[in-house]
């Protein structure tokens, strides 16, 4: 096998080009969806009511998600990635229908848990399938470009969901969501053949250790609703149990998670994917940005939420920068990145406290690039050596097992990022004070998860490269 990186022209071009662009709209039609959603949700919270479940749209929806990547090596092997994509769509399509025609708030949690199945089906899918379509030395390049469109989807998602929302009519964002979904699934018909098959031999879903992920995805999230710190931190203490034991009953179980080798203190599989969750998990601060520009810093809603944005467009900047280097430059990138991001979330830790006023704004702007811009430098190298170093026969658990992870690993995130910033102080004292305590809490305790990740990235650098 060659080591040669294929480049871009080869992969955009021809056939390669069409099938590129089946697997990164799938990602995409997942990711508008997540940012399209916050933009409308108070807008139908107002029709509909609900607000006392509005968190629940989000944690039904990663929920769902979850389960949705975890079973994807299952339908990839039975079906061949043209009729599991197909069906993803249809599901997902099903559930944004389902949304669009909401009377009440529960019938909207419905439709949102139907869209989070196949949205994670569609995750993890795009994912698994960059191995059975391309070529090998496709495959970085590939990742960066499936990857990279969740920048793209923090353009296009609140643009889709401001137009309809200014407009009165929440309800035709969700309805938008189905000619989209009606142009990939024609796409995927088209390029990717009925007769492809994985080579991998199906495997039955961890069904159990899956619905035990989910729940303690949901015990933390309900968890850190509650006013009581006592309370959030008992809920995060027992998802992380809870965690413990899937990975304990995971280890040397049949139908497995993660691939084999995975729970093995110093491995290639458990350093890269210690690093893409404590990676995922830094990010997690950007759920804040908008309301700390808004309320230190004065900025109107639509500034403050685009300035959320440069997180992304630094890690597509960094995947760019990263992908189709040779090992030595990968392994060097992939030891820098952690750092880089760790800076950038330690300088934002000392500046979004400081008084109101566009200069600091501005100053802001390097370290929230660098944040995103770090985790890139590691991302598709890292995702590409899972490929490598996953045992013979269990590729498809290994590629799956990287969205379960990094959503899980969101979700995770999101969770302790509201009970670091309530401890802090968001809430109480609350207003600006209360902001300020809660931003420099936040982000330099979220500096430890990529610094986390540098230190335990030797296991990723010593793997194989692509």
Avoid at 50 to 70: D, K, R
Avoid at 307 to 316: E, I, K, N
Avoid at 386 to 392: G, N, Q, T
Wanted: with cysteine.
């Amino acid at each position: 096998m060659t080591n040669r990186s294929g480049g871009w022209g080869e992969l955009l071009s021809g056939r390669n080009g069409l099938r590129s662009l089946a697997l990164a709209g799938g990602v995409a039609l997942h990711a508008i969806n997540v940012y399209m959603v916050t933009t409308v949700l108070p807008s139908a919270v107002r029709d509909i009511g609900g607000l006392a479940y509005y968190a629940w749209n989000m944690t039904l929806f990663v929920a769902a998600s979850i389960f949705g990547s975890a079973v994807t090596p299952r339908l990839l092997s039975s079906m061949g990635p043209r009729q599991a994509l197909s069906w993803a769509i249809v599901i997902f399509a099903a559930g944004s229908a389902a949304c669009a025609m909401a009377p009440t708030m529960p019938w909207m949690l419905v439709g949102r848990s139907v869209q989070g199945l196949g949205g994670g089906l569609l995750l993890g899918l795009s994912y698994s399938c960059v191995r059975l379509l391309f070529e090998e030395r496709l495959w970085s390049r590939a990742m960066v470009l499936v990857s990279s469109m969740w920048g793209v989807a923090t353009l296009a998602g609140p643009a889709i969901g401001g137009v309809f929302a200014q407009a009165g009519y929440w309800r035709g964002a969700f309805w938008a969501m189905l000619p989209l979904s009606a142009g990939l699934a024609l796409l995927v018909l088209a390029q990717i053949s009925a007769s492809q098959r994985s080579s991998t031999q199906p495997a039955g879903a961890p069904f159990g250790k899956i619905a035990v992920l989910v729940l303690t995805v949901m015990m933390v999230s309900v968890g850190s609703l509650s006013p009581s710190w006592y309370w959030n931190l008992a809920a995060v203490l027992g998802g992380i149990g809870l965690t413990v034991l899937i990975a304990r009953a995971d280890r040397d179980a049949s139908r497995r998670l993660l691939p084999q080798g995975s729970y093995q203190p110093g491995s290639a599989l458990a350093s890269l994917y210690a690093c893409i969750a404590l990676l995922s998990i830094g990010v997690c601060t950007e759920i804040y940005i908008p309301y700390f520009l808004q309320t230190i810093h004065g900025q109107t809603p639509l500034m403050a939420g685009y300035w959320m944005v440069l997180m992304s467009a630094g890690w597509t900047l960094g995947s760019f920068m990263s992908s189709g280097r040779r090992k030595p430059v990968a392994d060097r990138l992939m030891w820098v990145g952690p750092w880089v991001s760790a800076g950038g979330l330690v300088a934002l830790g000392f500046l979004m406290p400081l008084g109101s006023g566009g200069g600091v704004v501005w100053v802001m702007v390097l370290p929230l690039i660098l944040v995103g811009v770090g985790i890139g430098l590691c991302w598709p190298n890292m995702l590409t050596r899972i490929f490598k170093a996953a045992p013979m026969g269990q590729e498809n658990i290994a590629s799956a097992a990287i969205t379960t992870l990094q959503l899980y690993a969101i979700a995770l995130g999101s969770s302790m990022a509201g009970l670091v910033a309530n401890l802090a102080g968001l809430a109480d004292p609350g207003g600006e004070e209360g902001a300020r305590q809660a931003a420099y809490a936040l982000f330099l305790v979220f500096a430890l998860a990529p610094v986390g990740a540098g230190l335990m990235s030797g296991g990723a650098r010593r793997a194989e490269g692509a």
